[in-house]
């Protein structure tokens, strides 16, 4: 199968390697994907890599631009050391991935949930580095996604009411999931993702998975308890 990686090699080779790259570089026609109205889908690289061997996967919304700009920055980098295209998939995948003080808060509530001892970890901060075979990470809506140029948050518009985000969330995600081989944790942040995951069981297009309903996607939005794990440790 081809990956899109390849597609745009050769622009993500022609970007600068020694500067931070910014909206200039990256909001450009060349990786713009699709546009409808005020919703503009532009490629980033941070999302073809699928981990066969994953027992948890991490659900965001989309990546936003930050983890877009570092996701390219790896990926120009990965080209200009001579790593292939699969390599380079896998090192953006895990450098990118919830990057920044996201993947801190997260994986924090996550170790006092326990999920680290459901999967014999030391830690779930370690699935990004050392246990990073136990981890797949992805999007409901896989490429960034902005609104007036910027972060798509889910809200407006809702996915529901726009075919083209519809279309990434119900078809390309979905397609995503199935295709782990076997049966895994899944953990929608936010509750936009919890939404689309419980619609998308409920139609019968994703199964097999058992899911951690209800986490926040900030620490100071809610507080899930241990009960959400503790159904886990039953199944």
């Known amino acids: 199968m081809l990956n899109s990686l390849s597609i745009f090699e050769q622009a993500i080779r022609s970007l600068p ?23 503009s889908v532009y490629y980033s690289p941070i ?23 570092i996701a390219y920055e790896e990926a120009a980098d990965a080209f200009h050391h001579g790593a292939t295209i699969e390599e380079t998939s896998k090192i953006v995948k895990y450098s990118a991935s919830f990057a920044g003080p996201m993947r801190r808060n997260l994986t924090t509530m996550l ?36 609104y007036r140029d910027k972060n798509y948050t889910g809200h407006q518009p809702k996915i529901d009411r726009t075919p083209l985000l519809q279309h990434y969330a119900y078809e390309h995600f979905a397609a995503e999931l199935n295709q782990l081989p076997d049966p895994v944790i899944l953990v ?11 619609t998308l069981l409920h139609q019968g297009r994703i199964k097999k998975h058992t899911v951690l309903f209800g986490f926040p996607i900030l620490p100071e939005q809610t507080d899930i308890g241990s009960d959400s794990l503790k159904k886990i440790k039953t199944i």
């Open 17 to 39: 390697i020694d500067l931070p790259l910014t909206r200039q570089d990256l909001c450009v026609d060349s990786f713009l994907l699709q546009q409808e109205q005020d919703l």
């Open 47 to 69: 999302g073809k890599y699928i981990n066969p061997s994953a027992k948890v996967v991490f659900i965001g919304i989309t990546p936003g631009f930050e983890q877009m700009r």
């Open 111 to 146: 170790d006092e949930l326990e999920l680290h001892h459901l999967l014999n970890i030391s830690s779930t901060a370690t699935l990004f580095h050392t246990n990073q075979e136990l981890l797949h990470t992805t999007s409901i809506l896989r490429h960034p996604v902005f």
């Open 188 to 198: 929608p942040f936010g509750r936009v993702v919890d939404s689309t995951v419980r």
